[in-house]
């Protein structure tokens, strides 16, 4: 079996597709026009044989300044109608992973069904989901052991119980993002506060800031934010860690 897109080289190792460069870069003045540009550029991809995934992957660079250019209701609409397409393009499973999730489901261990849950009942015994089926809505129940909720970050951070948010958000230190993907930040990572003044001694790093940023929970991602945090917390610190790290 092979992940479909990924490609072996000459010693069978697996190597994923080489990421598209846009020339010139896409702009993000209009949601629609940047739609049927990557549209576009897919179609010419694809006739060249290259495919779809080194395009989606060659938008990394872009993808948070495309994000602060779009107009707060191409965000809106983006959320509404393209954040589901975007996901399962652009953050794909490994090919290691999918080999795993093939066998599993050729031996019967795994099972993947497409149905809206309608219930959930836990006891001494475990927990039974009730869902209707996607298409026929047929009414069916699972039974187990263990349910595991993997439908992805909870972005709405009035909801999150974790104390010390709790408590930012009780104090009016922070508040959320108006597309409720996290907590409101400038694009430095500075929290604003309910009175709508951006806290000077106060920052954001990672998935949280979602709402400023949207592409900010993978570990490449994760690192620049990092380092960038550092730099400006920290100014010259960058500088002087290369310097020691050159003489060791």
């Not at 080999?99 to 001494?124: C, F, M, N, P």
């Not at 900010?216 to 960038?228: K, Q, Y």
């Amino acid at each position: 079996r092979q992940h479909v897109g990924a490609i072996p080289d000459e010693t069978g190792e697996i190597r994923l597709p080489r990421a598209w460069t846009f020339d010139p870069a896409p702009s993000g003045k209009s949601l629609v026009r940047l739609t049927h540009e990557v549209r576009r550029i897919i179609d010419r991809a694809e006739r060249l044989g290259r495919g779809w995934r080194g395009v989606i992957d060659g938008l990394r660079p872009h993808t948070q300044r495309l994000w602060q250019e779009l107009p707060a209701e191409d965000r809106r609409r983006f959320l509404r109608h393209l954040r589901p397409w975007w996901d399962v393009h652009r953050h794909r499973a490994a090919p290691q992973v999918m080999e795993r999730i093939a066998e599993a489901r050729e031996s019967g261990q795994l099972a993947i069904t497409a149905a809206r849950v309608v219930g959930i009942h836990a006891d001494k015994r475990g927990v039974t989901v009730r869902m209707h089926l996607r298409g026929s809505g047929e009414a069916v129940a699972l039974s187990g052991d263990r349910l595991i909720d993997c439908t992805g970050l909870n972005g709405d951070c009035t909801k999150i119980a974790q104390p010390l948010l709790k408590q930012l958000l009780a104090d009016g230190l922070v508040r959320p993002d108006p597309l409720k993907l996290g907590l409101d930040v400038t694009q430095e990572g500075a929290v604003i506060g309910t009175d709508g003044a951006t806290a000077g001694d106060l920052f954001a790093v990672g998935p949280i800031t979602r709402g400023a940023l949207w592409e900010i929970v993978a570990v490449p991602d994760l690192r620049v934010a990092c380092e960038r945090m550092a730099a400006r917390l920290l100014p010259g610190a960058a500088e002087d860690y290369r310097v020691a790290a050159g003489r060791q």
